[in-house]
Structures are given as structure tokens and as C-alpha cells.
């Protein structure tokens, strides 16, 4: 069983910054592929950001790609997501996952664990 806990959500300007933090219980953690996907209001949940379990290889959704960086801490059973010059397209609340898989991955399905989600707004 792997509890997974987001925390750094909140309110931030366009062109400003946060960085999400993903605690994990459990000692899967450092084999675990970790992702990032969040759900706005009225839409789909979506991939944002995926990392492999010993953090040399990562993917990103587009709309991200370039102010967006996901890692992880292996040694603190923590991983991020660092976002840059935010924009208001990206509030959502945003969820960490965890799969049973040691390669990225941007498939919902793949992912067995989730946690509670942290809200993030992005004011115009």
C-alpha cells in the first residue's frame, strides 16, 4: 500500500511560480515510475508530467513542456514538480501518482495509487 500527499498548491500571479511536493509512505517508492496530472473544472483529468523510478528519464505533455520540471528525491520518498512562468490555463488541481512500473509513463491506467490533490490557481 503507497499513501501519496501533495502539498504547494495555491494562489499565484501569471509569469509566477510553485512547486508541488509529493510525499509517498511505503517502501515501493524508489521503484515506483511517479506522475503528475491535474483536472480543471468541468474537463478530463490530464498527464502533465511523468518520471522514471530513478529519475533519469522524464516526459512532459506539451502544454507544459518547457516551464515544467518534474524530480525526485529517492532518499526522502518525495517527488516535485517545479512550474514556471505559469499561466492561467494551468489552474487545476493537480494529483501526484504512483505506478507499479519502473518506466515513465503518461497512461492513467497504469497508475494504482493517487493522492488527495492540491489545488492550484493561476489568476490572470
Known amino acids: 500500500q503507497v499513501q501519496l500527499v501533495e502539498s504547494g498548491g495555491g494562489l499565484v500571479q501569471a509569469g509566477g511560480s510553485l512547486r508541488l511536493s509529493c510525499a509517498a509512505s511505503?517502501?515501493?517508492?524508489?521503484?515506483?515510475?511517479m506522475g503528475w496530472f491535474r483536472q480543471a473544472p468541468g474537463k478530463e483529468r490530464e498527464f502533465v508530467a511523468t518520471?522514471?523510478?530513478?529519475?533519469?528519464?522524464?516526459s512532459y505533455a506539451d502544454s507544459v513542456k518547457g516551464r515544467f520540471i518534474i524530480s525526485r528525491d529517492n532518499a526522502k520518498n518525495t517527488v516535485y514538480l517545479q512550474m514556471l512562468s505559469l499561466k492561467h490555463e494551468d489552474t487545476a488541481v493537480y494529483y501526484c501518482?504512483?505506478?507499479?512500473?519502473?518506466?515513465?509513463?503518461?497512461?492513467?491506467?497504469?497508475?494504482?495509487?493517487w493522492g488527495q490533490g492540491t489545488q492550484v490557481t493561476v489568476s490572470a
Open positions: 501518482a504512483a505506478s507499479s512500473a519502473y518506466s515513465e509513463t503518461y497512461v492513467t491506467r497504469h497508475y494504482d495509487y
Open positions: 511505503g517502501r515501493t517508492f524508489s521503484s515506483s515510475a
Open positions: 518520471i522514471n523510478y530513478n529519475g533519469v528519464k522524464t
